[in-house]
């Protein structure tokens, strides 16, 4: 069965900054999906950013980029030119590719404050 | 349509009782999911539908837990005989039924307690 581990449960970053959530996973799969959602207080989870792994370019939207490492099974994402909308919890998930199976399994999640 | 609708949002209920909550996926969205997100944790996958079929069920599906997606829109969740440890959110999510990355589109999530 695949994991997902999200090692830092809370980060702080400064408006303006850049920060890094750090996210890695464990498969037998060579291909499959890998998603960062944010999940504002009270609001409900929106997609930041997805990679396909079987593409070596490191996805970017926007202030949102990934490192995407396929052989250490890593996937971070990093937040540019923070902003107070940016606080949230973030959960980085992994989907396989294959087959009708289509469920998400989700990390623990890190929480981002963001300060002035 | 704007997005994937939950009813009720809160559900306070006593232990023993039964509880039952909707989901209204995003229209021509053919699969749809349930999770359950405890405090401090992410979500954790129940069940999944492909139009009226369910395809897949999580051991976390108690023989209490049942879902059904009947006409291949919305979707219900009953959770019979209500214990404490059900006490979270339910998240209900669709996606269209296509080849590739498919983004899983989010509700805003039924908030259970149970007394």
């Known amino acids: 069965a695949q994991t997902v581990t999200q090692s830092q449960p809370e980060m702080s970053v400064q408006e303006a900054e850049t920060v890094t959530l750090s996210c890695t996973y464990d498969?037998?799969?060579?291909?499959?999906?890998l998603f960062w959602y944010k999940q504002p207080p009270s609001r409900q989870m929106i997609l930041v950013i997805r990679q396909e792994a079987y593409k070596q370019q490191n996805a970017t939207e926007n202030r949102f980029s990934v490192n995407f490492q396929k052989a250490a099974k890593s996937f971070s994402l990093k937040i540019s030119d923070s902003q107070l909308g940016d606080a949230a919890m973030y959960f980085c998930?992994?989907?396989?590719?294959?087959?009708?199976?289509?469920?998400?399994?989700f990390g623990t999640g890190t929480r981002l404050q963001v300060t002035l | 349509d704007t997005g994937v609708s939950q009813d009720p949002r809160h559900k306070i209920t006593k232990r023993g009782q039964n509880v039952t909550f909707r989901c209204d996926p995003i229209s021509e969205h053919n699969r749809l999911y349930w999770y359950r997100q405890t405090l401090g944790q992410g979500p954790e996958f129940l069940t999944y539908?492909?139009?009226?079929?369910?395809?897949?069920k999580s051991r976390l599906l108690s023989d209490r837990f049942s879902a059904e997606r009947p006409k291949g829109s919305f979707s219900t969740l009953e959770i019979q005989r209500t214990e404490q440890g059900d006490s979270a959110m339910y998240l209900c999510?669709?996606?269209?039924?296509?080849?590739?990355?498919?983004?899983?589109?989010f509700g805003p999530g039924t908030r259970l307690t149970v007394l």
């Open positions: 498969t037998s799969e060579s291909d499959y999906y």
């Open positions: 999510a669709s996606s269209p039924g296509l080849a590739g990355i498919n983004e899983q589109f």
């Open positions: 998930a992994y989907r396989t590719s294959t087959g009708t199976a289509s469920k998400l399994t």
């Open positions: 539908f492909q139009n009226e079929a369910q395809l897949e």
